[in-house]
């Protein structure tokens, strides 16, 4: 399972946002774009400052029954907007969800795998 997440963009975003993954449907591979942004909660900015400068992000994949089924980000990352790449290429064709977490900011949205 080979995860990768680049960012693609210095430009500061003003908030956090989760794109819908691209292609979708998919197989067995998608790319799922979100932004960090440089202005945060207080608590975020907190989270920031004890962490160098950047804010923990979460993105995981979810099956239909709500099961967690792969982490492809789990890191600090500073603000920008980025790429992760999900490989689908070990899971059975079907709905899954993805969602993207932050301090207290949280968007989930659906993928389809078709094999």
Do not use: C, M, W
């Not at 591979?29 to 400068?53: C, H, N």
């Not at 979460?58 to 790449?85: Q, S």
């Not at 993207?100 to 795998?113: D, H, V």
């Amino acid at each position: 399972e080979l995860v990768s997440v680049n960012e693609i963009s210095s430009t500061l975003p003003s908030k956090y946002s989760l794109s819908q993954n691209y292609p979708n449907p998919f197989n067995p591979v998608t790319k799922i774009r979100f932004d960090v942004p440089s202005l945060s909660s207080p608590l975020a900015k907190q989270i920031r400052e004890a962490s160098l400068g950047g804010d923990l992000i979460l993105l995981k994949i979810f099956d239909i029954t709500g099961k967690e089924v792969a982490t492809l980000v789990n890191e600090v990352l500073h603000p920008g907007t980025y790429e992760a790449t999900f490989d689908g290429s070990n899971f059975t064709s079907g709905v899954y969800f993805y969602q993207l977490t932050s301090g207290n900011y949280k968007e989930t949205k659906k993928l389809l795998l078709l094999k």
